[in-house]
């Protein structure tokens, strides 16, 4: 059998896949969750801004406060996540809140229930501007892509990965 002599050098390709960036992600998640779950958040936070302007312009106005109230934050009991819509504000008094939100968007019913029984008042019927902006197709792409892009740039940009990786002390 003839001997064939070895090589010192091995050749071989490396193709990436699209599921490459979905393996680094769950490397991510299971090296760094913290970091992880940053970075999610930061994705939907951006992702909900870009619903702030649509809804902004659908809004009722009569004073402009429910209008002025809409903004996008940070999820408070699921995340990583993010809201965007009306916010109430601090009081009735307060001018950058539309504490009457809830009127606006579901509306009043005809009838009300008291102690003394069923009392008919002026019904109201509902806008609901958010949900049919936040239902719209063009928006809900334009969200998506923010928040994928958002992704992409955690892999293509250092700096803004080290930002997210880096180590947050508490205290």
């Not at 004073?63 to 109230?69: D, E, M, P, Y």
């Not at 009991?77 to 504490?99: E, I, Q």
């Amino acid at each position: 059998m003839p001997s064939t002599p070895a090589k010192s050098v091995a050749e071989f390709e490396l193709r990436f896949e699209e599921s490459y960036n979905q393996f680094q992600l769950g490397f991510l998640q299971g090296s760094n969750p913290k970091a992880f779950s940053r970075l999610l958040t930061l994705a939907a936070i951006n992702a909900s801004r870009t619903m702030v302007k649509p809804m902004k312009a659908e809004a009722p106005v009569r004073t402009g406060r429910l209008r002025n109230s809409i903004n996008a934050k940070r999820g408070q009991y699921s995340r990583p996540s993010a809201t965007v819509g009306p916010r109430p504000g601090k009081s009735r008094g307060d001018l950058n809140g539309g504490w009457y939100r809830w009127f606006v968007t579901t509306g009043i019913k005809p009838v009300r229930e008291t102690k003394n029984g069923p009392k008919a008042v002026k019904g109201v019927k509902g806008r609901p501007f958010v949900t049919q902006v936040a239902n719209r197709s063009d928006v809900r792409k334009t969200a998506l892509n923010s928040y994928w892009d958002t992704i992409a740039k955690f892999f293509d940009d250092k700096l803004f990965r080290d930002r997210i990786t880096k180590f947050k002390r508490r205290g």
